[in-house]
C-alpha cells in the first residue's frame, strides 16, 4: 500500500493487492489538514478503550488488535469466560447520528461484513462523553450487502442506518 499526499486535497491510499483491485483508493478527501487525522485517530482510540471496558464489565476477555497487521477488517477480539463464544468487532467512533463509512479492509469482494459485530459509540458533539452504544451483529449487516453502495469508501445500505437509528441496536451504557 502507497500513501500519496496530494496539495490541498489531503491524502490517498492506493492498494496494489490483486484481491483489493475492486476499489482503486480509499480518499481521506474529508481530512483536509493533520489536525483533523489526528483528532479523528483520538476518537477512534477513546471508542476502542470504551469497548474494552465495556466487553470486560459483561465478564468477556477483551485483547485490541487494531494496531497489528494480521487482524485486517476489526479492532477487538473479545472471548467469554469459558471460551465458547469468540467475537470478532470492528468499532465506529462518531460524533454525529449514523455509522460512519466503512474501508474496504471491513469487508469482503460480496461485501459481507468481516468482523461478527459492529459497535458504533457514539460521542458527545464535544467529543468527551459517550452519548450512546450500539452493537449490531454481522447478521443485520449482511442482510443488506446488496444495497451497501461502494464509492471511494463503503456506505452502509440506507435500512441499516434506519434501525440504528430507531434504537433497534441500542447497549445499556
Not at 65 to 73: A, E, L, M, P, T
Not at 83 to 97: A, F, L, M, N, P
Request: aromatic share 10%.
Amino acid at each position: 500500500m502507497r500513501i500519496q499526499e496530494r496539495p490541498g486535497v489531503g491524502f490517498r491510499f492506493h492498494s496494489y493487492q490483486p484481491l483489493r483491485s475492486w476499489i482503486q483508493a480509499i480518499s481521506l478527501e474529508p481530512y483536509k489538514n493533520s489536525e483533523a487525522i489526528v483528532m479523528a485517530r483520538v476518537l477512534d482510540r477513546r471508542g476502542i478503550a470504551y469497548v474494552l471496558e465495556h466487553e470486560k464489565k459483561r465478564g468477556r476477555e477483551p485483547l485490541d488488535v487494531s494496531q497489528k497487521r494480521n487482524f485486517v477488517g476489526f479492532d477487538v477480539i473479545s472471548v467469554d469466560r469459558h471460551g465458547t463464544d469468540h467475537r470478532t468487532i470492528e468499532v465506529k467512533s462518531t460524533t454525529c447520528e449514523g455509522i460512519p463509512d466503512a474501508f474496504e479492509t471491513e469487508f469482503t469482494r460480496g461485501l459481507r461484513f468481516v468482523a461478527t459485530h459492529l459497535y458504533v459509540v457514539a460521542f458527545g458533539k464535544d467529543a468527551k462523553d459517550v452519548v450512546s452504544l450500539h452493537v449490531i451483529p454481522k447478521e443485520e449487516i449482511d442482510k443488506f450487502s446488496d444495497r451497501h453502495r461502494m464509492v471511494q469508501h463503503i456506505k452502509f445500505a440506507s435500512a441499516l442506518k434506519t434501525k440504528l437509528r430507531k434504537g433497534d441496536f441500542k447497549q445499556p451504557i
